[in-house]
């Protein structure tokens, strides 16, 4: 039992040496800009090669919605109902980070924009 339980503590010491991941933030948050829109863009990285540009315009793009809609980007129906609009593309930036993330042999270098449109 006690080489079963050996064993076990030295292969997850073993994978788990490879595995990072590291955020670094170019600026302090902007905090008069909300923070409703996240978007990234990454670069892969297999057997630790990785190759191409994480994009901040193409983060700023593809955002996706972090928080409730505010009323400014609702619609209302006469019956009542709600519309919420696709999100917009991030205009006020908040907050750029750089996201580095590694297990083992795979992993990926993202750019992180936290905005409002």
């Known amino acids: 039992m006690p080489f079963l339980k050996m064993s076990l503590v030295l292969s997850l010491t073993l994978l788990l040496a490879g595995c990072i991941n590291i955020s670094t933030r170019f600026q302090p948050d902007d905090l008069a800009v909300k923070a409703e829109l996240h ?3 990454c670069v892969p ?5 990785g190759a191409g540009t994480a994009d901040i315009e193409k ?10 809609p505010a009323q400014f980007h609702e619609q209302k129906r006469p019956t009542g109902q709600s519309i919420i609009r696709e999100p917009e593309n991030i205009t006020k930036v908040r907050r750029v980070e750089i996201t580095d993330i590694m297990i083992l042999f795979f992993g990926a270098k993202c750019v992180d924009v936290v905005g409002e449109p």
Not at 45 to 49: D, E, R
Request: charged share 20%.
């Open 45 to 49: 990285i297999i057997f630790s090669l």
């Open 39 to 41: 978007g990234e863009d």
């Open 59 to 68: 983060a700023k793009i593809g955002a996706t919605r972090i928080q409730p």
